[in-house]
């Protein structure tokens, strides 16, 4: 690893740790580490679990109408059996069809999550407003909090899979393999950074920290496991094994910062800066996120 590399992980990291013993310091002395979701209750309406399934299937009629179709199938001739020998993706990621289906699936996301925004606002009740400054303030802490703990279990979940699998390599994730294998060129990169960074951020937190975690509160009844449900399910959509873990924990502080400030505000733009960092780093030293 370059030595530029090295510097930006050991400072990132100090400040990080430095970050998350002033939080847990200041929270022991106000009381909020024995009671970190004091005063927030158990919504008694709005949207239950049932919604969240209806939303989800709204997504997935959406993506299946919008899809390109696909190409006929080839037939091969009976004197030249067909081989498996190449392990290539037919379609890899940056090619023209998987940018086609990656607007696709992005509209449909957009439409889902314009009914699930209807579904959150019929059941919303008058709250506290937070400004704009501690939306801000609680993305910013929360995003730098969270980075060294989840880099370490990221790490150790690569190691878990060499060792249990030593010719396996861990799978990235689709974006950030197409970034610097765009079909689109110029334009697609910037379209990675808009879906990444705008799309996913804002849609994933639409549904997972606000349609569906409001409706796992309403059904199992306890603040906490809601939050733990919805952030294991906002890890097992992401195909990637070895970060199942740390989107777990990225799941479990969105979750809290959403009961806590009561908005979904402060999450999308958790989001946003997590996966913008995400995406610097596969621009400016692509082999730091695929080691």
């Not at 303030?137 to 370490?152: D, H, M, T």
């Not at 958790?270 to 995400?278: A, K, P």
Request: glycine share 10%.
């Amino acid at each position: 690893m370059p030595a530029t590399q090295i510097a930006i992980s050991i400072v990132s990291n100090t400040v990080g740790v430095m970050a998350l013993v002033w939080v847990l310091a200041r929270a022991a002395r106000t009381g909020a580490l024995r009671e970190p979701l004091r005063g927030v209750g158990i919504p008694g309406r709005g949207p239950d679990l049932f919604g969240a399934v209806a939303v989800f299937g709204i997504f997935f009629l959406s993506l299946l109408a919008l899809l390109p179709a696909p190409d006929a199938p080839t037939t091969t001739a009976p004197s030249q059996p067909a081989t498996t020998e190449s392990s290539q993706p037919v379609d890899p990621p940056g090619s023209e069809v998987w940018f086609a289906r990656l607007v696709a699936q992005d509209i449909a996301k957009l439409v889902a999550s314009g009914v699930a925004l209807l579904l959150l606002a019929f059941g919303r009740k008058p709250s506290k407003r937070i400004g704009a400054g501690a939306m801000t303030a609680y993305a910013v802490v929360g995003l730098v909090c969270v980075l060294p703990i989840v880099e370490l279990q990221a790490r150790a979940g690569e190691v878990v899979i060499r060792w249990l699998d030593p010719g396996r390599v861990a799978p990235e994730h689709d974006v950030v393999l197409a970034l610097h294998n765009s079909a689109w060129g110029r334009a697609g990169q910037l379209y990675l950074y808009v879906t990444a960074i705008v799309v996913a951020a804002a849609t994933e937190e639409i549904f997972f920290r606000g349609l569906l975690l409001h409706g796992l509160r309403r059904t199992l009844g306890r603040n906490w496991l809601a939050i733990l449900f919805s952030a294991g399910l906002f890890a097992g959509v992401h195909a990637q094994p070895q970060a199942w873990i740390p989107l777990t924990t990225l799941g479990l502080l969105l979750g809290y910062v959403r009961l806590r400030t009561g908005s979904l505000i402060p999450c999308i733009l958790l989001h946003m800066l997590f996966n913008g960092r995400t995406m610097l780093l596969a621009t400016l030293w692509p082999e730091l996120i695929q080691q």
